[in-house]
């Protein structure tokens, strides 16, 4: 699942789209990330001509069992989360550059004329 936090583009009419009423958009982002709604969705789902499509129908759909909680445990949870994604993405890029690094000494150390 993706937001458009632009509230801009362009989406097939094929598709319904569903605007978060009560509650905090990025909590819902974080949970649709997750395999937890997964079981319902095949329980309730058809699969088309390809495996790996499923069409659900809109009743279904809202009837789907979403964590209602507070608004602000909502906050509170994101906030962790976005913090531990923020870390995660700053040790990726201490990685890259060390992976850089490496490259470059190995350069030097093993050239090519050898």
């Known amino acids: 699942m993706s937001i458009n936090n632009l509230d801009t583009g362009i989406v097939s009419p094929l598709y319904l789209i569903f605007r978060i009423k009560d509650g905090d958009k990025n909590f819902y982002e974080q949970y649709f990330k997750t395999s937890l709604w997964h079981n319902y969705l095949k329980s309730n789902s ?3 001509a390809r ?3 499923m069409n659900i129908l809109k ?3 809202m009837d789907m069992p979403v964590p ?3 608004l602000e445990e909502q906050q509170k949870i994101v906030s962790c989360l976005l913090t ?3 870390q995660i993405k700053a040790q990726t890029q201490k990685i890259d550059q060390l992976k850089l690094h490496k490259k470059g000494l190995m ?3 093993f050239p090519n004329n050898l």
């Open 46 to 48: 058809n699969n088309g």
């Open 51 to 53: 495996f790996d499509r």
């Open 59 to 61: 009743e279904d759909f």
């Open 68 to 70: 209602m909680i507070e």
């Open 84 to 86: 531990i994604d923020n």
């Open 107 to 109: 350069q030097g150390l």
